[in-house]
C-alpha cells in the first residue's frame, strides 16, 4: 500500500458568517472542541478511513485541521479530486445543542457559538463557511487515474442507494 498525501485545511474560521440572511451564525475563537473520536467524511455522506485520528489546533485564522486519510480506492479517488480542484474545502458537524449566545446586528439576528463540540470533519466542495480551505501537503505515490471523480460518485450513489 502507498502512502495518500496529508490533507491540511480550516474546518472553521473565526468570525466567518454562515447560515440564512437574517439568521446567521458565527464561531469565536475557542469555541469548537473536538470530541473523542471524529468522522472524516465527504459531503457529510461516505465516511473515510484515517492512519491516525485527525490533528485539530487553533490559530488566529481557524479551527485548522491535519488528517491522512488510509489507502483505499475511495481515499485515492477523494485526494485525486482535490488535485483537480474538487473538495477544496472544509466544513464540521457539532453534536446536540450547543452552547449559544443570541446578538442583533443591522444585519439581523446572529447566533454566536460559545462552546460547541466537533464530531465530524468533512471534505466538501459547499462549505458552510466560504473561507474555509483543505489543500494537499505533499504529492501521491500513486498514479493520478483521470476518471476518479466519475468513480467516486458512482460509489457516492451506491452507498446512498444503500442507506434508503
Known sequence: MSQLPII?????????????????QVARRGSLKPSRR????????????VVQPPVFSEDHIGLRVRVQ?????IARCVVDCMRRGKFCAMSYTRSGHPVTRTLWTDDGQITEVLT?????VCLTEWPRQRQSVAR???????????????????????????AA
Open 38 to 49: 471524529v468522522r472524516v467524511s465527504v459531503n457529510h455522506a461516505v465516511s473515510l478511513d
Open 8 to 24: 491540511d485545511g480550516f474546518a472553521a474560521v473565526w468570525g466567518s458568517r454562515w447560515g440564512d440572511p437574517g439568521r446567521l
Open 136 to 162: 494537499l501537503t505533499s504529492t501521491p505515490t500513486w498514479p493520478s487515474d483521470p476518471r476518479a471523480f466519475e468513480k467516486l460518485i458512482t460509489i457516492l450513489r451506491q452507498r446512498q442507494g444503500q
Open 69 to 73: 486519510l488510509a489507502d483505499s480506492p
Open 116 to 120: 460547541a463540540r466537533v464530531i465530524e
